[in-house]
């Protein structure tokens, strides 16, 4: 019979290592990453590693954003939102908002406002998180949510609304509104699935003093939980089937579809800036 494979991380060493069969049909394969949190690693030690540094880019006025990405059930909601009640177990979302708010008590910062946008999308369709979606008739009434570019502000998400928060606590406010309106599902694999992309952006505008004067940044963090892929044989689902197994199958194939297409923009995104082409994707 087949043969699981066991899986080990070493944080010390930044590596993951898969072990296929047994005896002398034994294989051993070993891979490198950036980090490696294992599973004793706590919601701050995976701040500290990947977020915290980014966080003064944006206060530089840049524009970053990081990724949760992986098959569904392996944390990636709990990475970036974790455990809003608990401080140790906050993820990612509030603990960057945090860390904003921290460094914003700088005296060197003479003005500043920060502002929040919560986006979903649901089998290619968007939502906002911030407000009611919860009826037939608040659905009708909200305005339609269209991607476009912008002369000025580049691409963008036409009547998404912004909301300012004077604090990491408003922030959380607004975090827990938000959960009661994402898409959530019981599949195979986990079941309490995010079967939506969920795109929770900080905008930052801020005046910084100088000697010489003073200069105005604008930095945006977009903080990325993406829906969890699901192969077809291990989600085992029905293209045929009806009800909420035909909804799943919809689902899943929106999900692995945008998650592909996001592969490849990345790679694109990637060929161009070592070829330091000025061309957009």
């Not at 919860?134 to 002369?151: D, R």
């Not at 959380?172 to 309106?181: E, I, V």
């Not at 085992?236 to 899943?252: F, H, M, P, T, V």
């Amino acid at each position: 019979g087949d043969t699981l494979p066991v899986v080990t991380a070493s944080t010390q060493d930044r590596s993951i290592t898969v072990i296929r069969g047994s005896g002398s049909r034994q294989q051993r394969s070993n891979y490198q990453f950036d980090n490696v949190f294992g599973m004793y690693s706590t919601q701050e030690e995976v701040f500290d590693s990947t977020l915290k540094p980014v966080i003064s880019d944006v206060l530089n006025g840049y524009e970053s954003t990081v990724f949760a990405y992986g098959q569904t059930g392996t944390g990636k909601t709990h990475t970036m939102e974790g455990s809003i009640h608990e401080e140790e177990h906050r993820g990612i979302i509030p603990r960057s908002a945090a860390a904003i708010f921290e460094m914003l008590k700088d005296p060197k910062y003479s003005e500043s406002h920060v502002s929040c946008q919560y986006l979903e999308i649901y089998n290619e369709e968007l939502s906002d998180l911030f407000v009611d979606n919860g009826s037939v008739q608040a659905k009708k009434e909200n305005p339609k949510l269209t991607i476009m570019e912008h002369k000025q502000l580049g691409m963008m998400v036409q009547n998404l609304s912004q909301h300012e928060v004077r604090s990491a606590e408003d922030v959380l406010k607004q975090l827990q509104t938000a959960q009661t309106q994402r898409m959530v599902g019981e599949t195979k694999m986990n079941k309490q699935s995010s079967r939506s992309h969920c795109l929770f952006t900080i905008l930052v505008k801020a005046k910084v003093q100088y000697p010489d004067g003073v200069m105005e940044v604008k930095g945006k963090l977009h903080l990325v939980d993406l829906a969890g892929s699901e192969c077809a044989k291990t989600a085992s689902l029905d293209k045929a089937e009806k009800g909420q197994g035909a909804a799943r199958e919809r689902e899943r194939m929106n999900i692995n579809r945008s998650l592909l297409t996001l592969g490849r923009v990345i790679s694109c995104l990637k060929e161009i800036s070592e070829k330091k082409s000025a061309s957009n994707v």
